[in-house]
C-alpha cells in the first residue's frame, strides 16, 4: 500500500468521487469529532450514510474551512471492524470460573463479527449477546466488587471524545452509586501540567481567550505544539495574523515546525528546557525594565520573591542548558514585552513532562509580567488536545473535582451534589481520588479491582506500555464501552458498544470554551446505543441492586442531562440547546439572558490576584548517555488521531499507513541510516522497529515518533515518570538508541508512506 499527502486535489478525487452530483435526504449541522477547536460540520446524508462533510463559511470557529480529519476522516463509521452488537467472555455466558490470567483477545474475524460458536473453544473468546444480558452482567460484577471490596476497588475512565452529558452521566454513577472519586480522563496525559497550573496561578484552567483573537495579537509565541498538524484550523488563523495583519510569531520548539516559515523568531530548545529559557525571557523583560508595573502591582501577588529566583535564569545561563542563543531569548522577550496585545499558545511539549506545572507556569509569568491577559488578542491559551477535553474537565470527569471544578474534599461542594443527586448528607467521599497513571498502577489485591473504560485507551496512551500491559492483565473486572475493540478493550470481559458522534445527540465544549451542538445524523448502526442511555440503564439496575434511592437516570433526553448540571455549575447555568442552535456560546453563561464570556479575566482572577511562584530548573529524568544518545519526543501527525482508534479505520489510514521517525541528516550519517532504512529504536523499557525519515525538521540528537501506530508504539519506550504536582507522565523527552535494522523486522514491511517533500 502507498500512501500520499492529503491534498485537496488527491482527496477529491480519491474519497468524493462524484459526490456533487449525489442530492442529500438531508444536511445535518454537527461539530468535528476530532481535535479540540470544535469546528462545524455540515453532514450530508443519503440513505442513511453520510457521503460527504462541509462547512458553513459562517461559522465563528472555522469560517468554512476544515483539515484532512475533518473533511474526510468519518467513514470510520461504517468500517466492518466497528462493533455494533454486546460482546461477553464465553467465561461469564457459561457460568464458569474466570480463566487464569487475563488475555489480550480482538475481534475474531477480518470482518469485524465473532466467529460462529461452533469454532469457539476458548473461554476468552467473544461470543455475541443481547444488551439484557450484557448489562446484567456489568452490574452484578460491578456491585459483587463493590460490596465486597468497597469504594477503592471502584474505578472509570471517562472519555473526552464522547459528549458533555456522557460524561456528567458517567462520573456522576461511580460518584453517586459507589461513593468513588477515582474518575479521570485523558487530560491526565495532556494538559494536566497546565490545568494544575492555571488553577494555582490564577484560579481558572480554562483558555482565557478565544482562539481567533490571534488576528488582533501584535505578537504571540507558540510553544510546544505542532499546530499546522495538531489545530490545522488555529494554524490557518496564525498565519493570516502573520500574512494578513503584521502579527509577529515566536516559535519556541524542538522540532521545524510548519510555523517557522510564518515566525519572526524560531528557538530550537532541547526538549524539556522550557523552565530555563522562558525564566530567562522574565529575567530580560524585569532587568530591562518593561514590566507593566500597574498591571503588577494591582493584579498580582509573590512578586518580590519571584524577582529574587529570578536572578540566576540569566539568558547565557539557559543557553548553556537549552542550546538557545542568549542574545535570541534577549530579543524573543523585547518583542513580546513590548507588543501592545501579546499573547501565548502552547500545546503538550509544555506539559507531559516531569515539571510541566512548573514549565506552564513559567509562561504564565510571562503574561503577568507584561499584562497580556485580560483584555481581547492577549492570553493564556492551552490549546485542548482532543475535541471535547475541555468538556470532559468541566463536567468532573477528574479525580479531583465535580462538575465546575468543585473540589471533591469541600463539605460545601459535596452538599451541593448530594442535593442535587438526591444523596443522603455526608453520603459522596471526601477523599481525593486516583489519576488514570494511579488507577492501573493500584490494580492488585487490595486495590483498584474492576475499571470501566468508555473511549480511552491506555494500552495506547499510557507510557511504557509493557507495565500497563501487566497492570490491565491484574483487574478483576473490566469493561469497555466504545465503537471499536482497541488495544484495551481486548483486554475486557465485557464490550457494550457504543454511538459514534454522528449517531447521537449532545454537546462539546471546544478549547474556545463554546459549547456547541452534536446532532444525530442517521440511526444507530445495528444494536449500538448512545453513550448517556447505556450509562442510564446500566445506573438503573446497579442502584436497584444496591437498594439505595434513586440519583435520579430518567432522562427523556440530553439536554435534560446539561440543564442538571447546570443548576449547580454557573458557568452552564444559561446554557440551552436553543441558545446554542446555531454557533454556540462561550462560557461562562451564568444566566440565560448572558452572552456568554470570550475573553476572561478582564477585572480580576477566579483566585482574586494572580500569584507568582518561585520555580527551579529540574531536568528531564532521563537524560541521554552513551548508551541511549538520543532524546525521543513524541507527538501528533495532521493525518492521524491520538491511539489510531478512529482514523485508522478510515480512508486517511491509506495516506500514512506507518509509523516514522524523524532523525536528522547528520545523526543518519553518523549511524549509516538514509531515508527509508528500517531501524530500530530502543529505550529502557521497550523497543520497536520503523522506518527512518531522515529530515532537518528534527534537531541534532533528537528524533521524533508519532504516537498513532499500535504495531510500532511510541509509547512502548516513553518515561512513566511523573510530574510530582499533575501526575502527568514525561511524554516528550526520554533517553533512546536508534541502529539499523532489517526490511523484515518492520512490522508491516510492504507498506511504505509517502508524504510530501522532506
Not at 106 to 120: C, E, H, L, M, Y
Not at 239 to 246: D, F, L, P, T
Not at 449 to 465: H, W
Request: hydrophobic content about 40%.
Amino acid at each position: 500500500m502507498r500512501g500520499a499527502f492529503l491534498s485537496g486535489a488527491f482527496m477529491v478525487a480519491n474519497l468524493q468521487t462524484n459526490t456533487n452530483r449525489v442530492k442529500a435526504d438531508k444536511v445535518v449541522s454537527s461539530t468535528c469529532p476530532y481535535c479540540g477547536v470544535g469546528c462545524t460540520l455540515q453532514l450530508h446524508v443519503k440513505d442513511d450514510f453520510i457521503f460527504k462533510v462541509t462547512s458553513p463559511f459562517d461559522s465563528p470557529v472555522n469560517q468554512g474551512n476544515l483539515c484532512v480529519k475533518g473533511r474526510f476522516g468519518y467513514d470510520f463509521i461504517y468500517h466492518p471492524k466497528r462493533v455494533t452488537t454486546p460482546l461477553a467472555r464465553r467465561y461469564l455466558l457459561e457460568g464458569k470460573p474466570k480463566p487464569q490470567g487475563r488475555e489480550q483477545v480482538f475481534a475474531v474475524s477480518t470482518d469485524g463479527k465473532p466467529i460462529p460458536d461452533s469454532q469457539i473453544s476458548n473461554d476468552w473468546d467473544w461470543v455475541e449477546t443481547d444488551w439484557e444480558t450484557a448489562m446484567n452482567l456489568v452490574a452484578d460484577n460491578l456491585v459483587r466488587i463493590y460490596k465486597r471490596d468497597g469504594s477503592d476497588a471502584m474505578a472509570v475512565y471517562c472519555c473526552a471524545k464522547a459528549t458533555n452529558e456522557d460524561n456528567y452521566l458517567l462520573q456522576k454513577m461511580y460518584r453517586a452509586l459507589f461513593r468513588t472519586n477515582n474518575v479521570d480522563h485523558c487530560t491526565r496525559l495532556c494538559h494536566a501540567g497546565s490545568v494544575v497550573a492555571l488553577q494555582q496561578a490564577v484560579g481558572s484552567s480554562a483558555m482565557s481567550n478565544t482562539a481567533s483573537q490571534v488576528i488582533m495579537n501584535d505578537v504571540f509565541i507558540v510553544t510546544g505544539s505542532n499546530t499546522s498538524e495538531n489545530h490545522p484550523i488555529i494554524a490557518l488563523q496564525m498565519k493570516e495574523a502573520v500574512q494578513k495583519y503584521g502579527a509577529k510569531c515566536i516559535v519556541v520548539d524542538p522540532r521545524r515546525i510548519d510555523l517557522v516559515d510564518f515566525s519572526e523568531m524560531w528557538l530550537p530548545l532541547k526538549p524539556g528546557t522550557n523552565v530555563p529559557v522562558f525564566s530567562a525571557m522574565a529575567h530580560v523583560i524585569v532587568k530591562e525594565n518593561l514590566v507593566n508595573w500597574e498591571f503588577v502591582k494591582n493584579r498580582t501577588e509573590g512578586f518580590n520573591e519571584f524577582v529574587e529566583s529570578l536572578e540566576k535564569f540569566t539568558p547565557e545561563y539557559a543557553q548553556e542548558i537549552s542550546g538557545v542563543p542568549a542574545e535570541d531569548i534577549r530579543k524573543a522577550a523585547r518583542l513580546y514585552a513590548q507588543a501592545k496585545n501579546g499573547a501565548i499558545y502552547w500545546g503538550m511539549g509544555i506539559s507531559q513532562l516531569s515539571h510541566g506545572t512548573a514549565s506552564a507556569l513559567a509562561l504564565i509569568h510571562l503574561a503577568f509580567l507584561t499584562g497580556h491577559i485580560g483584555r481581547d488578542g492577549t492570553g493564556l491559551n492551552p490549546l485542548r488536545g482532543q475535541n471535547n477535553v475541555q468538556g470532559a474537565s468541566d463536567m468532573g470527569s477528574m479525580p479531583f473535582h465535580y462538575p465546575g471544578y468543585m473540589r471533591v474534599d469541600n463539605e460545601e461542594n459535596r452538599a451541593k451534589w448530594e442535593k442535587a443527586w438526591n444523596i443522603e448528607a455526608g453520603g459522596l467521599s471526601l477523599k481525593l481520588g486516583l489519576t488514570t497513571t494511579e488507577i492501573l498502577s493500584h490494580a492488585h489485591e487490595g486495590g483498584v479491582r474492576s475499571l470501566f473504560i468508555m473511549g480511552e485507551n491506555p494500552m495506547m496512551s499510557e507510557p511504557n506500555l509493557n507495565v500497563v500491559r501487566e497492570h490491565m492483565q491484574e483487574l478483576e473486572f473490566l469493561v469497555a464501552q466504545d465503537i471499536f475493540i482497541n488495544e484495551s478493550g481486548a483486554f475486557a470481559d465485557v464490550f457494550l458498544p457504543a454511538t459514534p458522534f454522528a449517531e447521537k445527540d449532545g454537546t462539546f465544549s471546544n478549547t474556545d470554551r463554546r459549547v456547541q451542538r452534536v446532532r444525530q445524523a442517521h440511526p444507530p448502526r445495528g444494536q449500538s446505543r448512545p453513550d448517556w442511555k447505556i450509562i442510564c440503564d446500566l445506573a438503573l439496575r446497579i442502584e436497584s441492586r444496591l437498594g439505595v434511592d434513586s440519583a435520579h437516570w430518567t432522562y427523556s433526553n440530553p439536554e435534560e442531562i446539561l440543564r442538571e448540571m447546570g443548576s449547580v455549575n454557573s458557568d452552564y447555568a444559561g446554557i440551552t440547546y436553543e441558545r446554542i442552535e446555531k454557533v454556540g456560546l462561550i462560557y461562562p453563561v451564568p444566566s440565560l439572558d448572558h452572552p456568554g464570556t470570550p475573553t476572561l479575566f478582564t477585572k480580576d482572577f477566579p483566585r482574586g490576584k494572580g500569584k507568582f511562584h518561585v520555580l527551579d530548573y529540574v531536568p528531564i529524568r532521563e537524560e541521554p548517555d552513551d548508551e541511549y544518545p538520543f532524546i525521543l519526543t513524541t507527538g501528533r501527525l495532521l493525518e492521524h488521531w491520538h491511539g489510531g482508534t478512529m482514523t485508522r479505520n478510515s480512508a486517511l489510514n491509506e495516506a500514512y499507513p506507518e509509523a516514522r521517525v524523524e532523525i536528522h541528516p547528520a545523526d543518519a550519517e553518523i549511524h549509516g541510516i538514509r531515508n527509508g532504512d528500517p531501524v530500530k529504536v530502543s529505550s529502557r523499557r521497550g523497543e520497536i522497529v520503523v522506518r527512518a525519515t531522515v529530515t532537518e525538521k528534527t534537531s541534532i540528537g533528537v528524533v521524533f515518533i508519532p504516537w498513532h501506530f499500535a504495531e510500532a508504539a511510541a509509547n512502548l519506550l516513553t518515561n512513566d515518570a511523573l510530574d510530582p504536582q499533575a501526575k502527568i507522565p514525561e511524554f516528550k523527552a526520554c533517553a533512546v538508541q536508534v541502529f539499523p535494522a532489517r526490511v523484515g523486522d518492520l512490522p508491516n514491511p510492504d507498506v511504505v508512506v509517502e508524504r510530501g517533500r522532506y
